[in-house]
């Protein structure tokens, strides 16, 4: 690892209150010969912890910025908050919903370039933040990662719909196709005839712009961080007033069809684990959904 990259000790600021050494997961700060703080020159996965947990400020990352750049939020006012009342993020999560309807309006590119890093303050495996968003704040462009996503089940309802294909299908690939053609067939091609013939959006549901979150496959979990700042980007819009829906189909069409990340410009190392279709919602929904019982098990 560079020297650069790895935290710096200012020794003169330093009060040697060995709170840094205490948080280090990689375990490279060490109390040096004369009870300073000496960094091993060791991997470091650079989760900032020691700085964050510095009471004099006497560490500096070069490599992180505690400022995500926001453009749409004040971000000196939020800094130093300790954090909101549960009640208060309770509310944000149960008011989330997955939004159906859209209103034709745009949604300002700066809202959706503020949730991507939003997005970014999410955990991930190793701190790797292997992830990579694709932004798509205009309409057209919505409709032509749908047309794309359309195209892959033509095809695909196409061959499920022969049986022969079907059965040479299950010998050498098992039972995905006919399982496919059992759950979806008939509701996927109802959508496709909606959009030829009516131009009905039930991919979108009309959204205006949407957001793909992808991840290097080299990170150490990016299906995991990739959908946990896509939790972050669901909850940051639902505060910001817009309305969000995930679109799985999207996300299995592009597994297969490598025309869709191609046309979203992502590399072929990066796979897209979550397509979030974002705009005003056309629905003011007045409680929460319910949810069903949970029992969870309890170790005693
Ligand atoms: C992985 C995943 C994929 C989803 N894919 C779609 C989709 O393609 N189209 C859609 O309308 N909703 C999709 N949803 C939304 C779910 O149907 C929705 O989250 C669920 O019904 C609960 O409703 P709520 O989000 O309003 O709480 C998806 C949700 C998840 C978690």
Same mark, same amino acid.
């Given at each position: 690892?560079?020297h650069?990259?790895?935290p710096?000790i200012d020794?003169?600021l330093?009060?040697?209150?060995?709170?840094?050494?205490g948080?280090?997961?990689?375990?490279?700060?060490?109390?040096?010969?004369?009870g300073?703080?000496?960094?091993?020159?060791?991997?470091?996965?650079?989760?900032g912890?020691?700085?964050?947990v510095?009471?004099v400020?006497?560490i500096?990352i070069?490599?992180?910025?505690?400022?995500l750049?926001l453009?749409?939020?004040d971000e000196e006012?939020?800094?130093g908050l300790?954090?909101v009342?549960?009640a208060?993020?309770?509310?944000?999560m149960r /008011?989330?919903r997955?939004? *159906? #309807?859209f209103t034709?309006?745009p949604?300002?590119?700066s =809202?959706?370039?503020?949730?991507? !890093?939003?997005?970014?303050?999410?955990?991930?495996?190793?701190n790797?933040?292997?992830w990579?968003?694709?932004i798509l704040?205009?309409?057209?462009?919505v409709?032509r990662?749908?047309e794309a996503t359309?195209?892959?089940?033509r095809?695909l309802?196409?061959?499920? /719909?022969?049986?022969?294909? *079907? #059965?040479?299908?299950r010998?050498?690939?098992?039972k995905s =196709?006919s399982n496919y053609y059992k !759950?979806?067939y008939?509701?996927?091609?109802?959508?496709?005839?909606?959009?030829?013939t009516h131009?009905?959006?039930?991919?979108?549901h009309?959204a205006?712009a949407?957001?793909?979150?992808a991840?290097?496959q080299s990170a150490s979990?990016?299906?995991e961080?990739s959908?946990?700042?896509?939790?972050?980007?669901?909850l940051a819009?639902?505060?910001?007033?817009?309305?969000t829906c995930?679109?799985?189909f999207?996300v299995?069409?592009?597994k297969?069809?490598k025309?869709i990340?191609?046309?979203?410009?992502?590399?072929?190392?990066e796979h897209?684990y979550?397509?979030?279709?974002c705009?005003?919602?056309?629905?003011?929904?007045k409680?929460?959904a319910g949810?069903r019982?949970?029992?969870?098990?309890?170790i005693?």
């Open positions: 690892m560079s650069l990259e790895l710096a020794a003169d330093c009060v040697a209150c060995n709170e840094c050494i948080v280090c997961p990689d375990r490279i700060l060490e109390t040096g010969v004369e300073d703080i000496v960094v091993r020159d060791e991997q470091c996965m650079l989760c912890h020691c700085q964050a510095c009471p400020e006497a500096a070069p490599a992180l910025t505690s400022h750049g453009q749409t939020i006012q939020v800094s300790p954090g009342s549960t208060a993020l309770l509310q944000v /008011a989330r997955s939004c *159906r #309807l034709n309006d949604v300002e590119l =809202l959706l370039a503020d949730l991507v !890093k939003i997005g970014t303050t999410a955990p991930s495996g190793t790797s933040q292997g990579q968003f694709v704040p205009k309409r057209a462009d409709k990662l749908g359309a195209a892959f089940y095809d309802n196409k061959k499920a /719909a022969n049986p022969l294909y *079907r #059965l040479i299908s010998l050498v690939a098992g =196709l !759950k979806y008939v509701t996927i091609k109802q959508g496709i005839d909606d959009w030829d131009g009905v959006d039930r991919l979108f009309g205006s949407a957001i793909v979150v991840a290097d979990c990016p299906a961080d959908l946990l700042a896509t939790q972050n980007i669901l819009a639902q505060s910001m007033g817009l309305g995930l679109i799985g999207v299995e069409a592009a297969r069809d025309r990340p191609t046309l979203l410009q992502l590399g072929d190392n897209i979550s397509v979030i279709a705009g005003y919602s056309a629905v003011t929904y409680r929460a949810r019982v949970v029992t969870p098990i309890i005693t």
